[in-house]
């Protein structure tokens, strides 16, 4: 879950280092510590290592406050409280049977983007999240559909098998030692207008809004919702974002024709299936890093010791820099 406290940057201590600063990670009650390359990861990832702490008298270089600090398998996500470069991402990987960690940002991660032509590979899931980990195993996937599924889906060309079985989630899912973490409700364009507006895809949004890992996909694009008949289409536009807006953690998705929302859904079980991996251990996880130790306090500002002085009654200009005894009582009185 996610922790608010500050992201600080800090020269690093270690004398002839190549990793010159410090960060510290506001994740858990005392944080996490890495040795950077960067500041922040502006033109490539930057490369991580393990420090053994943070240093009492740190010499600090940025502090940001933090809006999202939150684990995610081998990941962590951390989103700053600021207009630019607040949103990055730390990898934890192996490479050569030792840890590594990636620092990476949106723009900096390699992203698969997909071609017009769908293709035939199985999924390799992971394996963009950082460099030199050695190539990874296509996942063997078997998708579960459901039994009482019309004219379903075969997967032919995605090279993954299927097996019949009565679902209480979805239409397609994906199962972990025996528990289903991945489960996709599909729809054609009329067979979602009719639900949404009998009430009843609300009961399965919120069905799937109680796994990990749910979406619905409608073999169609969204213009076509203003093409229909026999309703308003505007009363159905509504209706899909009203649902979204209650249930953001199950997107709705449009993939234009069956063939590709075949393909969405092949991919996303198997993305899904890899996280649900990650998360019960499977992959190295945070529990390898050290605790951080406490936050250092904030040093006050000048503004803030001035009002404090002129408030005990101590004699303080009204601007420019404060007598070193000024500090001293601030200091000694325990603030």
């Given amino acids: 879950m996610a922790v608010p406290d500050d992201f600080l940057v800090a020269a690093n201590p270690e004398e002839g280092s190549s990793l010159p600063y410090l960060i510290r990670i506001p994740l858990g009650p005392d944080g996490i510590v890495l040795k950077a390359r960067e500041t922040w990861p502006r033109t490539s990832k930057v490369y991580c290592h393990r420090a053994e702490g943070w240093p009492v008298d740190a010499q600090v270089v940025e502090r940001v406050p933090t809006r999202v600090c939150a684990s995610r398998g081998a990941a962590i996500d951390l989103v700053l409280d600021r207009g630019r470069e607040n949103r990055s991402q730390f990898v934890l990987s192996r490479a050569k049977g030792r840890q590594v960690i990636f620092w990476q940002t949106p723009r900096t991660a390699k992203q698969a983007r997909p071609n017009v032509r769908i293709p035939t590979a199985r999924p390799r899931p992971g394996e963009s999240d ?53 489960a996709v409700e599909r729809k054609s364009l009329q067979d979602l207008s009719s639900s949404l507006l009998n009430g009843k895809l609300r009961y399965a949004l919120a069905e799937l809004s109680g796994i990990r890992h749910g979406a619905v996909v409608v073999e169609d694009r969204y213009s076509r919702v203003f093409a229909l008949e026999h309703v ?19 997107p709705i998705i449009f993939c234009e024709t069956r063939a590709l929302a075949q393909e969405w859904t092949f991919r996303f079980l198997a993305a899904a299936l890899h996280e649900a991996r990650l998360e019960v251990g499977a992959w190295p996880h945070l529990d390898a890093l050290e605790a951080a130790g406490p936050v250092p306090p904030r040093e006050p500002t000048t503004a803030e010791v001035r009002a404090w002085a002129a408030a005990a009654g101590l004699p303080v200009s009204d601007r420019g820099r404060l007598r070193p005894e000024i500090w001293e009582a601030y200091r000694g009185s325990g603030r």
């Fill in 130 to 182: 950082a460099p030199g980990t050695g190539p990874v195993p296509p996942l063997e996937l078997e998708i579960l559909v459901d039994s009482h599924e019309r004219y379903g889906w075969k997967f032919t060309r995605q090279q993954a098998t299927t097996r019949k079985k009565p679902l209480a989630i979805g239409d397609y899912a994906v199962e972990l030692d025996g528990r289903v973490v991945a």
């Fill in 232 to 250: 308003r289409p505007a009363v159905v536009a509504d209706a899909i974002a009203e649902s979204q807006a209650r249930y953001p953690t199950v």
